[in-house]
């Protein structure tokens, strides 16, 4: 089975509660981060978390579809957005091209996602223990996935850091619009123009 085989798996198997847990591990502030977005476009590997957001929003039309196999034709939409899932996805350089084929010229690019630190300092050192400590047990005992939770510090530590996703994007030719930091730089929000 493929790594990325697996962790769709993960996610299937944590469905039903992901949004509940995330918001208590959060403090809520997961729903801000989100609303500080702007504009939530959703391509989902998990046919369940489509369910359920398809029952949230009925009138959008949800596609089911990785982020390195986009079936979409070139220069086809104006904004591409991704919350929360570069970091799940393994080739991360593909889905960036991919990313880019399918936004039309000016098309723009949102990601909202965790982030390695490169800078600690005392506040950062506060969140990442939470984030490795604290929302490990208590999402796993809530979620009865232990895995599951202990795979979300483990992804955060194995991705990338706010310059190296910035370097990303731009060997893809995007142009670096906006970077913001929340939570001492945990969540970055990165807005991106083709």
Do not use: H
């Not at 369910?51 to 929003?57: G, H, S």
């Not at 005992?141 to 202990?150: D, E, G």
């Amino acid at each position: 089975m493929s790594k990325q085989n697996e962790i769709t798996l993960m996610f299937d198997s944590i469905t039903k509660s992901y949004d509940l847990i995330n918001r208590i591990l959060s403090f809520g502030i997961n729903k801000w981060w989100r609303k500080k977005l702007i504009i939530e476009s959703f391509k989902f590997i998990n046919k369940e978390m489509l369910n359920i957001t398809q029952k949230k929003f009925p009138d959008i039309e949800f596609i089911q579809n990785y982020a390195t196999e986009l079936l979409f034709d070139n220069d086809n939409f104006d904004v591409v957005s991704i919350s929360f899932g570069i970091r799940n996805v393994i080739e991360t350089q593909k889905a960036m091209d991919k990313f880019y084929r399918i936004l039309k010229r000016k098309g723009i690019l949102l990601i909202l996602e965790f982030t390695k630190s490169d800078k600690k300092n005392k506040f950062r050192n506060c969140v990442d223990f939470y984030t490795e400590k604290l929302s490990t047990i208590i999402g796993g005992f809530l979620s009865k996935n232990q895995k599951a939770y202990k795979y979300l510090p483990d992804s955060i530590q194995n991705f990338y850091t706010q310059d190296e996703l910035c370097k990303m994007l731009e060997k893809t030719c995007f142009e670096i619009k906006k970077i913001k930091s929340f939570n001492f730089a945990q969540v970055s929000m990165f807005i991106a123009q083709k």
